[in-house]
Nanobody, 131 residues
Framework: QVQPVESGGGLVQGGGSLTLSCVAS????????MGWFRQAPGKERVFVAA????????YYIDSVKGRFTISRDNAKNTVTLQMNNLQPEDTAVYYC????????????????????????WGQGTQVSVSS
């Protein structure tokens, strides 16, 4: 596999919007659930959102529900994260990856049991939100 390529980050004021894109190569893209992760300065990378292989199901962590929207275009091997009403706490480097879900962790895991399934991470795209 080749690392995914993320783009679309930037610097915005609080309340602003950005649209992130990720192009992931490979014949398995259309059969894979995809997810977005983020890593804030000095913190571990954490899960943000996921979308099923068909695009029919989505999942978000509580802090971004109602503000972020994940979507995908299987014909273009692209997954998108539309981010509205951005807040300073959204500042991070954002990454995408193939994901799967551990059903045993759904109830106990704040990430809903979602985890990355590929060791190939891209460079990420920086999102900075000023207050």
């Amino acid at each position: 596999q080749v690392q995914p390529v993320e783009s679309g980050g930037g610097l915005v004021q609080g309340g602003g919007s950005l649209t992130l894109s990720c192009v992931a190569s490979g014949r398995t893209f259309s059969s894979s659930s995809m997810g977005w992760f983020r890593q804030a300065p000095g913190k571990e990378r954490v899960f943000v959102a996921a979308i099923s292989s068909s695009g029919g199901s989505t999942y978000y962590i509580d802090s971004v529900k109602g503000r972020f929207t994940i979507s995908r275009d299987n014909a273009k091997n692209t997954v998108t994260l539309q981010m509205n009403n951005l807040q300073p706490e959204d500042t991070a480097v954002y990454y995408c990856n193939r994901v799967s879900r551990d059903l045993m962790r759904i109830a106990s895991d704040p990430d809903g049991g979602w985890f990355p399934t590929s060791d190939y991470w891209g460079q990420g795209t920086q999102v900075s939100v000023s207050s």
